[in-house]
C-alpha cells in the first residue's frame, strides 16, 4: 500500500518576490539516525508557479525498523538552483509521522479484524461452556447434550443442542468405555 506526502516549499527571489521558473533537484536523500545514503532515483520536485514547489515521496519505501525498534527519518538537501549561497540549498527533515492519517486507517482495520476475532472467540467459547455446563444423557450408544435451561420433562432427541454417536477403542457403537464421539450436527 502506497504511502505518499506531498511536501511543499516556497522560494523568494529578493524579499517578497516569487523565485518562479527555477528546477530544484534533490541532491540527497538520508536515513536517520543512520546516516545511510538511499537512492533518490524517481524523486522529482515540480513547480507549481508563484514560488512554490512540491515533491512526493512514498513512506512505504522506508516503512523498516530500525535495529532500536523505531522507524527512520529523513533527511533531504535539495539545490534550489538558486544562485545566491545562502539560498543555493535547502534541508529538510521529514518524518513517517507525516501520513499519519494511513497510519489511523491502518490501525483501524486491524482493530476491527481483532474485534471480529474476538467475536468469533466468544462464540466458540459460549459453545464449548454450554456443552460443558449443559446437561447430557447417553441412549443407546448416542451422547444428548442440552443447554443448562432446558429442565428435564422438555429433554427430547429434537432439542439437544449438540449429538454424538459413541465408539469404543475398536470402532464399536459404545455406551460405555467410550473411546471416541463422531459430532451429528
Not at 508557479?49 to 522507524?71: H, M, P, R
Not at 442440552?146 to 443442542?161: G, L, P
Not at 459413541?166 to 455406551?175: D, F, I, R, V
Request: aromatic share 10%; no cysteine; proline share 4%.
Amino acid at each position: 500500500m502506497a504511502n505518499i506526502v506531498h511536501y511543499s516549499f516556497y522560494l523568494e527571489s529578493e524579499p517578497g518576490i516569487p523565485a518562479e521558473n527555477l528546477a530544484p533537484t534533490i541532491i540527497f536523500l538520508k536515513k536517520i539516525p543512520g546516516g545511510e545514503n538511499l537512492d533518490i532515483a524517481g524523486l522529482s520536485v515540480t513547480n507549481l508557479g508563484d514560488g512554490l514547489y512540491i515533491f512526493s515521496l512514498d513512506w512505504s519505501n522506508y516503512n523498516t525498523l530500525e535495529a532500536d525498534g523505531t522507524y527512520p527519518s529523513l533527511f533531504i538537501k535539495i539545490d534550489t538552483g538558486m544562485e545566491i549561497l545562502d539560498q543555493k540549498f535547502l534541508t529538510l527533515r521529514v518524518e513517517r509521522h507525516d501520513y499519519l492519517p494511513n497510519l489511523v486507517d491502518n490501525i483501524q482495520a486491524t482493530a476491527d479484524s481483532i474485534s471480529s476475532s474476538a467475536t468469533s472467540l466468544n462464540q466458540t467459547a459460549e459453545t464449548i461452556l454450554k456443552i460443558e455446563e449443559g446437561h447430557w444423557i447417553i441412549d443407546n450408544h448416542t451422547l444428548y447434550i442440552y443447554d443448562k435451561s432446558v429442565t428435564a420433562e422438555n429433554r427430547s432427541i429434537e432439542n439437544a443442542s449438540h449429538v454424538f454417536n459413541l465408539y469404543n477403542a475398536n470402532g464399536q457403537p459404545a455406551s460405555q468405555e467410550v473411546y471416541q464421539r463422531i459430532n451429528l450436527n
